[in-house]
């Protein structure tokens, strides 16, 4: 088979492979071309650029360029430093020449100055005492790999566009703002992808760090579920998670809204009851004076006399929420205004199953955003709620394919239900969601 000249593409691990071979059987360049196809030049080059200097590990010392000449040797004394010593350091047992003469050239095989350039053929390979020269195919497949990666390294920006880049995200990432929400409304004028965004944070490029970007705080360890009674309440008798999966089943466009609490600090009273809405993910959000079972019902007559039973019906045909005591008055959240139309149909999850309402439970980390685990709402007005559900529900999310739950609402949920909670959408650039919103 004839060699390819002029072939410059990259050797693959194969290639070299077959080249250390050669090498071994003592093959001229132009054989071990025509095994690879590529050009003798080629191959020459690869063995130069990718060979490795191999010290000589046995008994002695590698002759020095002093000790070429048998007719002048070394006679250095004395160069470790023992004065009391008459021998001369080259026939030294105890030291290396190497390793404590500041005068020490190797020397080199003058076979190395011409093709193969390396010692893998050589037959006195064994027992020379000289610095080797070899090729290994895993090695020069190594350098090369690393050479790729490392060309890809760095910032492929000018200084204009990084201060370009960090005028628009550190303000908005400073006020809360996800890189997903940032991105929705600014990916043009950022000019990389989200993933090259992270890149250039995590190597400290802007003025924000990894400490202000949400997600790089680690979460701690789960704690090992409690196991709890078999005995079930009777609340909950056909109306557990299996009830509701199955409903499901039945009629999977239904209406779904998951319903949760979140609690302040043990010192205070007021709570935040959420209903989210499963297809948009929009989240109602109402202070309440206390977790009891009166004040989650006043709610529900609230809405209900504001929408009307129908449209209330229609929107919140099933609500799924965990078996906390503020909602075991399941006739009564079950049961309309009038005290006799059924309004709506409750489920509960599992017990330890906070999965099963998950889009709950990942919009309240919005809600921990502005308000840390552990402080109170006893400060806040259903106003204050009111702006902290419109950041929220004006955030652009991924999931949402970069909307925000409050778009999407304005297309499958009933205008009606915006108006009475007085939402309305913030712009992108205003959304925030820091502990200053509420202040």
Not at 160 to 177: A, H, S, V
Request: proline letters at 3%.
């Amino acid at each position: 088979m004839s060699t390819q000249k002029g072939n410059q593409k990259h050797l693959t691990l194969s290639d070299r492979i077959n080249i250390e071979k050669g090498l071994n059987n003592s093959d001229s360049f132009a054989t071990i071309a025509q095994v690879v196809h590529k050009d003798p030049t080629t191959i020459s080059k690869e063995v130069r650029k990718h060979s490795k200097v191999k010290e000589y590990k046995g008994y002695g010392n590698t002759p020095c360029v002093a000790n070429a000449d048998i007719h002048s040797r070394c006679n250095l004394k004395h160069v470790c430093g023992d004065m009391d010593c008459d021998k001369f350091c080259r026939q030294c047992r105890n030291h290396r020449c190497s390793d404590v003469c500041g005068s020490y050239q190797p020397m080199q095989c003058p076979n190395l100055k011409k093709a193969p350039y390396v010692c893998n053929g050589c037959g006195k390979r064994v027992n020379c005492m000289m610095e080797k020269k070899i090729y290994s195919s895993k090695y020069a497949n190594d350098c090369y790999l690393e050479t790729l990666s490392s060309s890809r390294e760095g910032i492929n920006q000018t200084p204009e566009n990084i201060q370009k880049m960090n005028d628009i995200l550190t303000p908005l990432i400073k006020k809360g703002q996800s890189i997903s929400h940032i991105y929705a409304t600014n990916a043009e004028e950022l000019g990389c992808s989200k993933r090259t965004t992270y890149t250039y944070i995590d190597a400290g490029v802007f003025d924000v760090k990894n400490i202000d970007l949400r997600r790089k705080v680690k979460y701690k360890k789960r704690k090992t579920p409690t196991n709890t009674s078999a005995k079930s309440r009777t609340y909950r008798i056909d109306h557990n998670y299996e009830d509701f999966q199955k409903r499901i089943e039945k009629d999977p466009d239904v209406s779904i809204v998951e319903m949760d609490c979140v609690e302040g600090n043990s010192d205070g009273h007021k709570v935040l009851l959420t209903l989210t809405f499963r297809k948009t993910t929009l989240m109602l959000i109402f202070l309440m004076k206390s977790q009891t079972q009166e004040e989650v019902i006043k709610v529900f007559s609230f809405l209900e006399d504001e929408l009307g039973t129908e449209l209330f019906s229609k929107l919140f045909e099933i609500i799924l929420t965990d078996g906390g005591s503020e909602f075991a008055d399941r006739t009564g959240l079950e049961t309309s205004n009038d005290g006799k139309t059924k309004r709506t149909t409750i489920y509960y999850c599992d017990p330890y199953s906070f999965w099963q309402k998950g889009c709950c439970e990942k919009n309240h980390e919005y809600i921990r955003y502005v308000r840390k685990k552990g402080s109170s709402f006893d400060d806040l007005n259903q106003e204050k709620v009111t702006l902290l559900a419109n950041h929220i529900n004006s955030t652009k999310r991924d999931s949402l394919n970069m909307h925000c739950p409050f778009e999407l609402s304005q297309l499958l949920l009933d205008e009606q239900l915006l108006s009475v909670m007085g939402y309305k959408l913030i712009a992108p650039d205003d959304v925030m969601l820091t502990p200053e919103l509420l202040k």
